[in-house]
């Protein structure tokens, strides 16, 4: 009998471990999601400031992808740990297609040329960084690979939009390599397919490039010809850049922001009045109920789930209480936040920290939820 206690009290003492250390996870990845979403906001404002030619703004570049790889190595552990789902992002295509030549350039010999035609402000796409930078760089390498002595390798991507169709992306790359023949197309994208006439370890295969493109909603195409070369063709589903100014059409003119993380609270709110909103700041519940009631004309709301004094939740309970129909938007750190419970409070909609300040303005000019 005591011996069944002392393995059921063993159970329990590792079960509580578990819970304590999930518990620690959460919080720990919480509190790193509030340091990248100031930082993000940071660089965003300081690119406003400087010279888009100026030198720095390519180390703030630098930042803003390092900060996205931190992100999803967060995601990944939550994700392993069961806690959460991976999250797509907005991101910078010219930026991605920068840190794939820049890698790919330590891989080039003197026999290979490298040519680039990128359009300067390329569409935004919504994904995972890191899945696409491999996908890309992948198809880059065996590019390089597939030629034999001198050649020349291409990488291309532009926007293409018409008023019928939504904005693409199309970005290629192209060798002047050995070529694949039309038997071995057929098969190309098939699991563990190659043609390399030598087994190498690394690189990602064709099937797992085509799945992180279809993941993304878009296609992967290839043309090639024997002793010509080869080129795979990529389109992926596109945002177009917001324009600065706001529409004299919309609705929303002035925005009550509560987060009590200062450095986040003061660079969303410099943010949103570069883009000429009015912006009602608080640094806590609390405030953000007293800001809302001396304030009649508030069109929208930003509220972070943790504050102190008056939890977010509780200020939107409050908020439903007097307007039900005022949009308000929840910002949240934890990546496994339960959506459908803080909808039934009246939350129009969430997004989860860091995110792109590009994705904040879009849901602030689509506020008729």
Do not use: W
């Not at 990944?76 to 907005?90: D, M, P």
């Not at 002035?254 to 410099?270: G, Q, R």
């Not at 496994?336 to 939350?347: N, T």
């Amino acid at each position: 009998m005591n011996k069944s206690k002392r393995k059921t009290s063993s159970l329990k003492s590792k079960e509580d471990e578990i819970i304590s250390l999930n518990i620690r996870i959460r919080q720990t990845a919480h509190d790193l999601n509030n340091i990248l979403t100031s930082s993000n906001n940071s660089i965003v404002a300081i690119k406003q400031l400087i010279k888009p030619k100026d030198k720095i703004q390519k180390y703030l570049t630098n930042i803003e992808t390092n900060s996205i790889r931190a992100t999803e190595l967060i995601e990944e552990l939550l994700v392993s740990e069961g806690i959460g789902k991976r999250i797509k992002r907005r991101i910078n295509v010219n930026d991605l297609i920068d840190d794939v030549i820049r890698t790919l350039r330590g891989s080039l010999g003197n026999d290979i040329e490298l040519n680039i035609s990128i359009t300067k402000n390329l569409y935004k796409i919504d994904g995972f960084y890191s899945d696409l930078y491999r996908a890309l760089l992948n198809l880059a390498l065996n590019a390089v690979e597939a030629i034999e002595g001198k050649g020349k390798v291409t990488i291309k991507a532009r926007n293409v939009s018409s008023r019928r169709k939504d904005p693409i992306l199309v970005v290629s790359v192209k060798d002047t390599g050995c070529g694949i023949s039309e038997e071995s197309l057929k098969s190309i994208f098939n699991e563990g397919y190659s043609t390399k006439k030598k087994k190498v370890v690394s690189g990602l295969g064709l099937s797992i490039v085509k799945n992180i493109i279809e993941v993304h909603d878009g296609e992967i195409s290839v043309k090639s010809k024997v002793g010509k070369g080869t080129e795979f063709i990529i389109t992926l589903p596109a945002i177009k850049s917001l324009k600065k100014k706001t529409s004299k059409k919309e609705k929303v003119k002035k925005i009550l922001i509560a987060e009590d993380e200062a450095p986040i609270l003061e660079s969303i709110c410099y943010l949103l009045e570069s883009y000429d909103y009015e912006t009602v700041c608080a640094a806590n519940g609390e405030l953000a109920i007293q800001q809302f009631d001396e304030n009649d004309d508030i069109d929208l709301m930003i509220i972070d789930k943790f504050m102190p004094i008056v939890d977010g939740l509780e200020v939107v309970k409050n908020i439903r209480k007097k307007n039900k129909v005022i949009p308000i938007i929840l910002t949240t750190g934890l990546q496994d936040a339960d959506e459908k419970e803080f909808k039934k409070l009246g939350i129009n909609k969430i997004i989860k920290k860091p995110y792109d300040f590009d994705l904040m303005i879009e849901l602030i000019r689509n506020s008729a939820f």
